[in-house]
């Protein structure tokens, strides 16, 4: 793995500073346990069956990034960029032809894209719709899901990286 160059959270701050310090941390983690890695490294699934990739989680990010800011929080209508065309599955993990600097755009745009929501946040009050099953979510559950979100994906990412090349760490 490359250099740590991850930010601790702060340890003081109103909640907005510090839920958002844990977020940061946590796709700052998956980067890191992604970097250094030729394509081929970054598609090698766990065990199978499964699908579970380094590259896959990242295109799963991607989709939960702009589903939970953009789509509940902020009202969009947005699509998941990783849905079979019949919509009845995704396909994040389908990554034999998989472009990884293609992911790695996509992803590190909905990441920015899902900070200027936050930012752009009256409060941690502020609650948008799921589309698909109709609750109201506010800004405070979203960012709590997402640190949950990523720290559960980033302990699949460590133990990915651990079978690729050896490499560990937090």
Same mark, same amino acid.
């Given at each position: 793995?490359?250099?740590? $160059?991850?930010?601790? &959270? &702060? ?7 510090? $839920? ?9 983690? $998956? ?16 065990? &199978? ?16 990034? /702009?589903?939970?800011? $953009? ?15 019949? @919509? @009845? ?8 032809? %998989?472009? &990884? ?6 992803? /590190?745009?909905?990441? %920015? /894209? +899902? ?5 752009? %946040? ?12 109709? +609750? ?7 960012? #709590? ?5 990523? %720290? ?10 651990? /079978?690729?090349?050896?490499? #560990?760490?937090?």
């Amino acid at each position: 793995m490359g250099e740590d $160059l991850r930010v601790d &959270p &702060p340890h003081e701050g109103d909640e907005r500073a510090v $839920l958002c310090g844990f977020l940061e941390y946590q796709r700052e983690t $998956l980067a890191w346990k992604c970097s250094g890695l030729s394509a081929a490294q970054l598609r090698v699934r766990a065990v &199978p069956p499964s699908e579970l990739s380094l590259l896959g989680l990242v295109r799963h990010m991607t989709d939960v990034e /702009r589903g939970w800011f $953009l789509g509940v929080v902020g009202g969009e209508d947005v699509r998941p960029f990783y849905w079979a065309d019949d @919509r @009845r599955q995704d396909v994040d993990f389908a990554v034999d032809d %998989a472009d &990884p600097d293609e992911a790695f755009r996509l992803w /590190r745009e909905a990441c %920015a /894209r +899902s900070r200027e929501v936050v930012a752009s %946040a009256e409060s941690l009050d502020v609650a948008g719709v799921h589309r698909r099953n109709g +609750s109201a979510y506010s800004l405070r559950w979203v960012l #709590t899901h997402m640190i949950e979100e990523y %720290a559960r994906h980033n302990g699949h990412a460590d133990l990915l990286r651990e /079978r690729i090349d050896g490499a #560990t760490g937090e």
